[in-house]
Nanobody
């Protein structure tokens, strides 16, 4: 079973940028959609962005991520990236990645279909 490990989080000032990485072990992600989720303190986990197995135009973003975040993948490296720019304090939270065990293209962020959750990586946006 694929297990995912997130990294790249940290403390950044408002307006700054971070690039998160999600590396797979125990298998490949070539045929699955993969999504980033986040959980802010005291809030439920929510979807952020998704990329389909073919990459390219097969991706979707939540409204708050559009224009600021970019999801990409390198199947040869078994890695999914989330480039985040123009960060805001409300982007603070633990960021997770997970693979969709049913669909190869992005459908929605229903957590029930996603698997391989890692420990997450903490992103803190503060001055």
């Amino acid at each position: 079973q694929v297990q995912l490990v997130e990294s790249g989080g940290g403390l950044v000032q408002p307006g700054g940028s971070l690039r998160l990485s999600c590396v797979a072990s125990g298998g490949a992600l070539d045929y699955d959609a993969v999504a980033w989720f986040r959980q802010a303190p005291g809030k439920e986990r929510e979807g952020v962005a998704c990329i389909g197995s073919s990459g390219g135009d097969s991706h979707s973003y939540r409204d708050f991520a559009k224009g600021r975040f970019t999801i990409s993948r390198d199947n040869a490296k078994k890695t999914i990236y989330l480039q985040m720019t123009s960060l805001k304090p409300e982007d603070t939270g633990v960021y997770y990645c997970a693979e969709d065990r049913v669909w190869s293209d992005c459908v929605d962020f229903n957590e029930g279909r996603y698997t391989g959750w890692g420990q997450g990586t903490q992103v803190t946006v503060s001055s």
